[in-house]
């Protein structure tokens, strides 16, 4: 049987500013969010505010290939 496309995908969200700061040396790694997206309601790359703890505020997260 073949697999239909799924219209609800998951996807991970990365912290914009851990990644663009190369993660400096009192942060301990990347945060990453695990979420779900309708790809017929939002085809293009998801970004959402949530919280990062090793920025330790509020930032900007981006959705990234798998």
Excluded at 22 to 42: A, D, L
């Amino acid at each position: 049987m073949a697999k239909s496309k799924d219209v609800r995908v998951t996807i991970i969200l990365e912290c914009t500013s851990c990644v663009r700061n190369g993660v400096n040396k009192e942060s301990t790694g990347i945060s990453r969010y695990i979420t779900q997206k309708n790809r017929h309601n939002t085809p293009s790359r998801l970004e959402l505010k949530k919280f990062c703890p090793y920025c330790y505020k509020h930032t900007i997260h981006v959705e990234i290939k798998k």
